[in-house]
């Protein structure tokens, strides 16, 4: 079945580190791929998305490319920042006769130290 | 424009007692589903609907019921509450591609 997997964390990094988080999918045909945050005591935001292979979706210096040939959505951020500390989420859409869901890989918890 | 709201926050219940959650969205979305957080397992889909009178399962239904009497409103009921349903629960909506969620309900069950 549809399914997402990324690396376990928890990830800590310094103030201005590159951080990557892998992420990659098993699906049939070609799903939108989503990269969500939530920061502590809320609930998910969407951070950025891509709808077809080679999509480079961006948002707040993250950027992550929907790769078709890997099955990978990897999320990057050049710089990151105390205000980044939070869980990511990966998750492809999977569209439904009405609708669609989102299925989910477990989160991956970010720390960044100052 | 609030989105899509949800009460309570915290609840705490003994086993083998019923509650509502409560989930609202003031977008107008036809789309609404309901999904538990559980750590190192992501979001798993409970139910969702797809308009008013319209209900189906998704992955992790068992213990849980859903109506959807408006197009705002998706309450979300625990018939009888058992330990392993301690989790935080989110209620999403989406019109389009985009799924938009609630603050979550954080629920415990001794």
């Known amino acids: 079945g549809d399914s997402v997997t990324q690396m376990e964390g928890p990830v800590t990094l310094s103030e201005e580190a590159f951080l990557t988080i892998n992420c990659t999918y098993t699906?049939?045909?070609?799903?939108?791929l989503f990269w969500y945050v939530q920061y502590p005591g809320e609930g998910l935001q969407l951070l950025l998305k891509?709808?077809?292979?080679?999509d480079k979706g961006s948002n707040k210096g993250f950027e992550a490319t929907y790769r078709k040939e890997t099955t990978s959505f990897h999320l990057e951020k050049g710089s990151v920042q105390v205000s980044d500390s939070a869980v990511y989420f990966c998750a492809l859409r999977i569209s439904m006769e009405y609708g669609n869901k989102l299925v989910f890989g477990a989160g991956t918890i970010l720390r960044v130290k100052s | 424009n609030a989105g899509v709201t949800q009460t309570p926050k915290f609840q705490v219940l003994k086993t083998g007692q019923s509650m509502t959650l409560q989930c609202a969205q003031d977008?107008?979305?036809?789309?609404m589903s309901w999904y538990r957080q559980d750590p190192g397992m992501g979001l798993r889909l409970i139910h969702y609907?797809?308009?008013?009178?319209?209900?189906d399962q998704g992955e992790v239904p068992n213990g849980y019921n859903v109506s959807r009497s408006t197009t705002e409103d998706f309450p979300l009921r625990l018939l009888s509450a058992a330990p392993s349903q301690t989790s935080v629960y989110f209620c999403?909506?989406?019109?389009?591609?985009?799924?938009?969620f609630g603050p979550g309900t954080r629920l415990t069950v001794l």
């Open positions: 999403a909506s989406h019109q389009g591609i985009e799924q938009f």
């Open positions: 699906a049939t045909g070609y799903p939108s």
């Open positions: 891509a709808t077809k292979a080679d």
């Open positions: 609907s797809v308009g008013a009178g319209i209900t």
């Open positions: 977008m107008n979305h036809e789309y």
